[in-house]
Each structure stands twice: as C-alpha cells, then as structure tokens.
C-alpha cells in the first residue's frame, strides 16, 4: 500500500491495512524518510520543517498507531533507522552539510529510547539501527560532485574499507525482528564499518 506517512490519516490506514492483510502486527520496521541539506545558516524554515516531518513525524505516526495492535499480539518489536549522522554531527566534509538530518536522527534515537522505557512493561521492545553510508539508489538522487566527496570522507575514517550494503542492515534488522532478541530493547546498533570509533 503507497502511503505517505507524514500523514498521521494515511498512517494509520497504513497500519490498519497490514494488520487487515496479515491478521496482525508483530513488528514495525520504520524505515521511510526523506530530508533537506544544508547549514542552519542557509536552511530555510521550509527545509528544517520538511525535514521534521519526514524524519520524526512519520516514525511517530506509525508508532503510535500500531502500538495498540502490538499490545493487543501480547508484545513485539519496533526497530526504528537512524543514522551515524544522529551521532557524529552534520558532516563528514564540506561538501554536504546535514544540520537537520542530524538532529531528527538524534531525536529518533531519543525517541527509540524513551518507548522502550515506555513499552517494556507490554513486552514490545524497541531498537534503532544507525547505518553509516550504504550503496542504495537513494545516493544516485543525489549530485555526484557532493556525493563522492562524502564517500572517500566516510572511507577514510572508517575501519572496514568499504561502503555499506542493504544486507549488513537487513541482518541486523532481522536479529531484532527474531526471538533471538528478546532481551535487548532501548539500544543503538550502529552499522557503520566502525567510523563512530574512529
């Protein structure tokens, strides 16, 4: 189902859909975003809002909305996908500046943080995956003469000599997903070759 889930009406239909469709939610992958870039200096407040809104409002839409169907399976799991950007700060160079991606993925790793404490009681864990840079087609929506520069930043800080790829965060994701996690909630896996140690 096409949904944009900004919106907390399409949102919750989402959400109704996949639990009309599956006879239930057991977990929630919150995965979508789109963002703006930029220095606070130049961002405009169309930017900075757009950014919120398809960052954080949608992972809080979705969330909330499911949440009673999780409570009512007896408990599940929430992986929400941050960034190392939450973390390191907005750039890697002067190339691509991140001041609002930065701060929503710092806010969704608070976000992950404050549900777990407040959903452990139901049993419904809830994790975060921050990713370093990943080989997805959403780099190639980007200019090349402000990618690159990004990628050869990312290679030389981190310790795995390589980008990313949609399978190192699928695993991680699927850990959480599994009972083989059913112990670990309100944590941050960063899936980054090891640049937040660098």
């Not at 057991?26 to 220095?39: E, K, M, P, Q, S």
């Not at 699928?170 to 070759?193: K, R």
Request: with cysteine; hydrophobic share 40%.
């Amino acid at each position: 189902m096409a949904a944009d889930l900004a919106d907390e009406h399409q949102a919750r239909a989402w959400i109704e859909f996949a639990t009309r469709s599956c006879g239930g939610v057991d977990i929630l992958y919150n995965n979508a975003g789109a963002c703006r870039f930029g220095t606070v200096s130049e961002m405009s407040a169309q930017d900075w809002t757009f950014t919120l809104r398809n960052e954080l409002d949608l992972v809080f839409f979705s969330t909330k909305h499911a949440v009673p169907h999780l409570k009512r399976r007896g408990g599940g799991s929430i992986i929400n996908v941050s960034s190392v950007a939450g973390l390191t700060g907005s750039t890697f160079n002067d190339s691509l500046f991140q001041f609002a991606h930065s701060t929503t993925k710092g806010g969704l790793i608070a976000m992950t943080r404050t549900l777990a404490a407040e959903l452990g009681r139901d049993d419904i864990r809830v994790n975060v995956i921050s990713p370093g840079i990943i080989e997805t087609p959403a780099l190639t929506t980007l200019p090349k003469e402000h990618v690159q520069p990004v990628i050869d930043a990312f290679l030389a800080r981190t310790v795995i000599k390589r980008m990313g790829r949609a399978d190192d965060i699928a695993y991680c994701a699927l850990y959480l997903a599994s009972d083989e996690s059913t112990y670990v909630t309100g944590q941050n896996f960063c899936v980054d070759g090891g640049v937040t140690i660098s």
